[in-house]
């Protein structure tokens, strides 16, 4: 049976921070109206409605103005949800699917007309049936709509590099590239990926990257280290509503913005992060 995850905190505090005109929150998920949309039999979670109108409220109380709603996993390969939200909603947010298999020109033309920008995959070392590289895929939608490739590691980016690398796509890797910092992983292959001017990374998920609860600072030295190699390519992400995490603390998301003044000290570097680059990158 699938759990019913957390929902996250309703009163999210104005952070302290003022983020720069034009800020965008590059990874986020919206589910519901459940009795519309139903989740994936395979799901292992199912969650409460976290609306568009919830999110947009979210947005006024953080300073944030633009988003890129990512397919939620609790719907497996249908992204129905996403391209309704899309054409509801064109001037304030772009989307990232969860592709389903054989998908066609025809159709990725038409999410690229509302606005879907690219797809993703999840790592062969992550639980769930959720879709997995296809590179074939991959070459499909960047000839037909130019779409990035989303992909969220676990511990195996040294050994998808040279595939990632080999496709035509811009790829965008999830969470801080999935690195386990807990565990005390080596974010070179991280770096040197950076270095080819072909991939871009989420400071996104601190949660994700380890067990600790706010303000995660394993995670602190990791974004820091990332903003001093390549603040060019780096966008930030909430990733609310911050499904699955039951058994841990569940963060404010006024808090979580502040996190980015440890994170990328200089004004003109978050300037960077949070508007020029998903301006560029998703484009708005």
Not at 48 to 54: F, K, N, Q, R, S
Not at 258 to 276: K, M, Y
Request: with cysteine; hydrophobic share 40%.
């Amino acid at each position: 049976m699938p759990f019913l995850t957390k929902l996250p905190d309703p009163s999210p505090r104005r952070p302290r921070l003022a983020l720069p005109a034009g800020a965008c929150d590059t990874h986020f998920h919206l589910f519901g109206p459940a009795q519309r949309y139903r989740f994936d039999p395979d799901s292992p979670y199912v969650t409460a409605d976290a609306l568009p109108e919830t999110y947009f409220e979210l947005q006024k109380a953080l300073g944030l103005e633009r988003g890129v709603v990512v397919s939620g996993g609790a719907y497996g390969r249908d992204y129905s949800h996403l391209a309704d939200t899309l054409e509801r909603f064109p001037d304030r947010l772009r989307g990232i699917v969860l592709p389903r298999e054989g998908l066609s020109e025809t159709e990725i033309r038409r999410l690229h007309a509302l606005g879907v920008r690219g797809m993703r995959f999840i790592s062969e070392r992550r639980h769930g049936k959720l879709p997995r590289l296809d590179p074939a895929l991959a070459r499909r939608a960047f000839d037909a709509a130019g779409w990035q490739v989303h992909f969220y590691p676990r511990g195996d980016l040294g050994t998808v590099a040279a595939q990632l690398l080999e496709l035509p796509n811009t790829i965008v890797l999830d969470h801080f590239g999935g690195v386990d910092v807990d565990a005390g992983e080596d974010p070179g292959p991280l770096l040197k990926l950076l270095d080819t001017g072909r991939v871009w990374v989420k400071l996104s998920g601190p949660m994700r990257c380890t067990r600790e609860d706010y303000p995660y600072a394993r995670v602190t030295p990791l974004a820091q280290r990332l903003v001093a190699h390549a603040p060019q390519r780096l966008v930030w992400g909430s990733d609310w509503p911050h499904v699955n995490m039951n058994e841990r603390a569940m963060p404010n998301d006024g808090d979580l913005v502040d996190l980015l003044a440890d994170w990328v000290p200089s004004e003109q570097a978050r300037r960077q992060i949070l508007s020029e680059n998903p301006a560029r990158l998703f484009g708005f």
